[in-house]
């Protein structure tokens, strides 16, 4: 059994699930029964067939949905039953594989006011009830496990931690953020633990594997480049140095949870920042961590200070194969067998597929779709949808437009009316998405001081 398109002037007009399919006189074909005139068939085996991971797990599908900014969990950083509910919502949908949004590892360091942290088993009876979310439905649900170092609004964080003391170059917005202090090495070492820490109590909450946060300008991502990472230690200088925090994050994590639970990692492919973190020590960082054994990379660009994760590398080549990444990732797989994922940019059926028949990528990775069609897995597979649409709300304030201040919240909100039963509202206005940007920071700065 596998997976139909008819195409007609180079456009998906469906899909079906078929067993058979027969050709009469190059004009029409027959499809389960059904004469399909003047169009050709597009098989669709790749992105509905399961994948086995190397510990063995098994994804039964190619479609995930990658991290996205959530924010709303509660103001203790707690996970709330409108984020369960969010989840439960998504589970149904089948994807073979859901990544959560942020979650941090340390209270005193969070990206956003209502990230989800889990440092301890204080609201382990919610961890419980979010791993839930996709019991008995085969879908796997990993939380991305992050540390924001300096990308740490000043307002809702007490001390904000970096490998060096280096600014963020944001222009005006640069004063949202705090003067890094430099980690320790026992402040390094600490950190190191409590990654794994984090995610061995979800592992025991039934989450099903996890997802380190390696790329958009973060603690770890700092660590790996040039521009944030000025140490002359053992974690700092050459690539290899620079390399050491992930490594021993991964470590960490592998020698808490064992070798039988999926662990990935989100990487930049490189910063788009002259000086920062370049596409050629990205592929050796891949290298580095596939000999580690890890068990999916997922591909994606860009930090605060350059936020190619939003915009995307949009070259002609990119807008006509859609994702943002293709081109690295074409590179990625010479040098790896390790499973690759990518995000950014698809938006068609069609570019999935072509992107997995190239063998160059094994999983789809989707964000914001999600948001606005919560089915989207099984849409895909009943022939419901052949492309998404995606837009970017903006309210004409360069600064915010620019850095994702509209668009991040926007989605976030999409995904609280998933969370409260409602369905999504595309033409929600942008402004309401700032003021709950506005209104999230002043109640965590309140509370948090």
């Not at 996970?79 to 979650?103: D, F, S």
Request: proline share 5%; aromatic share 10%; charged share 20%.
């Amino acid at each position: 059994m596998y997976y139909c398109g008819y195409i007609q002037d180079n456009v998906i007009e469906g899909l079906l699930q078929i067993s058979s399919i027969k050709r009469y006189q190059n004009n029409y074909l027959l499809i389960q029964g059904r004469k399909f005139l003047n169009c050709k068939a597009y098989i669709m085996k790749k992105i509905a067939s399961p994948f086995t991971l190397p510990c063995g797990a098994i994804l039964k599908n190619r479609i995930a949905k990658s991290a996205m900014s959530e924010n709303i969990g509660s103001f203790s950083n707690a996970p709330t039953m409108t984020l369960i509910n969010a989840y439960n919502v998504w589970a149904k949908g089948n994807p073979g594989l859901l990544i959560t949004g942020n979650v941090m590892i340390d209270n005193r360091a969070i990206g956003e006011p209502k990230n989800v942290v889990v440092e301890d088993y204080t609201h382990f009876d919610l961890l419980k009830a979010w791993a839930k979310t996709v019991e008995g439905t085969g879908v796997h649900l990993w939380p991305q496990l992050n540390h924001p170092g300096r990308q740490a609004f000043r307002s809702i964080n007490r001390e904000v931690v970096s490998p060096s003391s280096v600014p963020l170059k944001m222009g005006g917005a640069s004063k949202m953020f705090k003067l890094a202090t430099p980690l320790t090495e026992d402040a390094i070492l600490d950190i190191i633990k409590r990654f794994g820490n984090s995610a061995r109590i979800m592992k025991e909450a039934g989450f099903t594997g996890c997802q380190i946060h390696g790329a958009h300008g973060y603690l770890v991502s700092q660590f790996l480049s040039p521009m944030s990472n000025t140490r002359k230690d053992q974690w700092g200088g050459s690539l290899e140095n620079r390399s050491r925090f992930v490594l021993e994050v991964y470590r960490e994590i592998r020698h808490q949870v064992g070798p039988d639970y999926p662990v990935g990692i989100k990487i930049n492919s490189t910063d788009f920042q002259r000086g920062g973190f370049t596409e050629e020590e990205s592929m050796e960082v891949v290298q580095f961590l596939s000999r580690e054994g890890i068990d999916l990379i997922e591909i994606s660009g860009g930090t605060y200070e350059k936020p190619a994760m939003i915009k995307g590398n949009r070259k002609q080549s990119t807008l006509e194969r859609e994702a943002y990444f293709l081109d690295y990732i074409e590179k990625a797989r010479k040098i790896t067998n390790t499973p690759l994922l990518l995000t950014g940019g698809f938006r068609s059926v069609k570019a999935m597929e072509d992107a997995l028949k190239s063998e160059k990528l094994d999983v789809i990775g989707l964000g914001r779709p999600f948001c606005l069609y919560p089915n989207l897995a099984q849409d895909i597979f009943d022939g419901k949808e052949t492309s998404f649409k995606a837009p970017v709300p903006t309210i004409g304030i360069e600064l915010l437009d620019k850095m994702g201040g509209v668009e991040l919240p926007w989605y976030e909100l999409q995904i609280q009316r998933l969370g409260k039963g409602k369905k999504p509202k595309p033409n929600l206005a942008g402004i309401w998405a700032f003021f709950f940007t506005i209104r999230g920071l002043f109640l965590k700065s309140f509370l948090k001081n």
